[in-house]
């Protein structure tokens, strides 16, 4: 079938969603305020919106004929329940193959351990290879999240015990290129199997291969709701134009947050993307809203932060009906926004050699996410748009808001700081600078949390023409509220119990610089709030 036409037949309407979401939502009775981890040793989560209790139900209400052989029951899953719905493809396999011999591995579990090699990142069978070394922080992320996802769903396969087999299954599976191990050509093409039993686990290693690929936004994938339309594909292969169009960009370009986010939206909201082309590279926000939970850039959540990830949170921010809201950044193009100048700060007769007791030190005694007006839609577009403001209430009195979008987007361009073994290492790989360059450094100006926040109230990101900026606090909070206000180029993460000379050849060699000193411990790709 021609490219486009597979597309136009997998796409999903917006009207069989809304069937699903009216069917599979439970009432909420109670709002209940939803609270996101606590950041830091002693810091707030933030509260948003309220909790919802979505009934993941893997389609038990479906009474409609499947337009296939074989094919998913509409309604609410979770990635266990979808591993266990594709269970009668590889367990029909293993029915028509017969008794298996003694002291043979059985062939489940040899069909099992094949899905493992093409659900791994570098065996020969692998769906997804990355090679060991040399990647990017874009794809390290994403390799790693494969593996574990992978470990995850061969898990769930492995563990499942309820085997429903159809002996009269029959179905055609195009060849997708996924390979089989050795003693698994010896199993599939020998004496035990028949010509359609190699169709049956070709789709059955298909529809693993693409659920994971699915999950691959999700820092909690296994907490993802996820809405299935049974009569709009065979299983999960409604996605396909959207993760090929994933897998063009992680192979050929950076991975990008816009990639994430199409990619979770293909999943969970396809209404969102509507007619957009596959390979359209317009922006549709870091997250957004469907009816089953929310979507948001996973450093909000606090602990090992990842780069692009995002977090499946089942709470809902904007009352409507079942209409899709998309999360878009109030500055749509950050090098474009209006620059103010830092305020005054201490310039210090030389780099403190550790972290100084005697700044002021404000801590967030309620931190939430509100939903700014209403946003008035873009004319191309029919979804509906929405603007978040963190908002912290600090133990000064003080208050600020910053918008979620810039805050999430300043942490992904942050730079950790090297660690004590390397920092004398430039942040484009040179050795640090000799005792002559050392007496030309510019001059460190050290500034108070609470009076550059002050400066957030101002329409406009915070610069300065020059020199090397430090700001401390210890709270994770303010520091992503931070990260949100300033410009950032050229913005360093360094943890409190650590030395400024670990900060100063991170990042780039350019002025200004600045340097976010506390609030904020090594782990994950950019750090741990």
Not at 22 to 48: C, D, H, N, W, Y
Not at 260 to 265: E, H, S
Not at 365 to 379: C, D, F, G, K, M
Request: charged share 20%; net charge neutral.
């Amino acid at each position: 079938m021609p490219t486009a036409d597979r597309a136009l037949a997998y796409t999903v309407s917006t009207r069989d969603f809304d069937m699903i979401r009216a069917m599979s939502l439970r009432p909420v009775t109670e709002r209940k305020p939803f609270q996101l981890p606590a950041m830091g040793r002693r810091g707030a989560g933030i509260l948003l919106g309220h909790s919802i209790n979505p009934n993941p139900d893997a389609g038990v209400h479906d009474t409609n004929k499947p337009r296939e052989a074989w094919a998913l029951k509409s309604g609410l899953y979770t990635p266990r329940q979808l591993v266990e719905s594709f269970a009668p493809l590889l367990d029909t396999v293993v029915f028509r193959m017969g008794p298996d011999p003694p002291d043979v591995r059985s062939s489940r579990c040899q069909l099992l351990d094949n899905l493992a090699a093409n659900l791994d990142t570098n065996t020969r069978e692998a769906s997804m290879h990355f090679p060991n070394k040399d990647l990017d922080d874009s794809r390290t992320e994403i390799a790693d999240q494969a593996r574990r996802i992978g470990k995850t769903l061969v898990q769930y396969a492995r563990s499942h015990t309820g085997a429903v087999s159809n002996p009269d299954l029959y179905l055609r599976s195009p060849c997708e290129g996924h390979l089989l191990t050795k003693p698994n050509v010896d199993l599939m093409f020998g004496p035990r199997s028949a010509p359609h039993l190699m169709q049956l686990f070709n789709e059955y290693m298909h529809q693993m291969v693409l659920l994971r690929d699915a999950l691959l936004p999700f820092k909690n994938y296994e907490d993802v709701v996820i809405p299935i339309n049974g009569q709009a594909a065979r299983g999960m292969r409604y996605l396909e134009p959207r993760r090929s169009e994933f897998l063009v960009q992680l192979w050929t370009k950076q991975v990008s947050q816009v990639a994430v986010v199409k990619l979770a939206q293909a999943l969970l909201a396809p209404g969102i993307l509507g007619q957009d082309a596959v390979g359209s590279t317009s922006s549709r926000g870091y997250g957004f809203q469907y009816a089953h939970g929310l979507v948001l850039p996973a450093v909000l959540a606090g602990g090992d932060t990842p780069f692009h990830l995002l977090q499946y949170i089942p709470a809902r921010l904007v009352e409507v009906s079942t209409d899709d809201i998309v999360f878009d950044y109030k500055m749509q193009d950050y090098y474009l926004a209006p620059r103010v100048e830092i305020s005054a700060g201490v310039a210090a007769a030389q780099a403190p050699a550790s972290y100084p007791l005697d700044t002021g030190s404000h801590s967030v005694q309620r931190a939430t996410i509100e939903v700014r007006p209403v946003v008035p839609r873009l004319a191309s577009s029919s979804v509906a748009t929405r603007q978040l403001e963190l908002r912290l209430e600090l133990d000064s009195g003080t208050s600020i808001s910053v918008d979620v979008g810039q805050v999430c987007r300043g942490h992904r361009y942050a730079y950790m700081a090297h660690r004590a073994s390397s920092a004398s290492v430039s942040g484009n790989g040179n050795r640090a600078m000799n005792n002559e360059a050392e007496a030309e450094a510019p001059t460190v100006i050290v500034h108070d949390a609470t009076s550059v926040i002050i400066q957030s109230k101002e329409q406009g990101l915070v610069t300065a023409k020059g020199g090397l900026h430090v700001i401390t606090t210890q709270d994770p909070l303010i520091s992503l509220a931070l990260l949100g206000i300033l410009y950032h180029g050229n913005v360093v993460l360094l943890p409190k119990d650590e030395g400024l000379e670990q900060a100063e050849n991170a990042g780039k060699g350019l002025e200004p610089k600045f340097i976010l000193w506390g609030g904020v411990e090594r782990g994950g790709l950019r750090g741990r709030f």
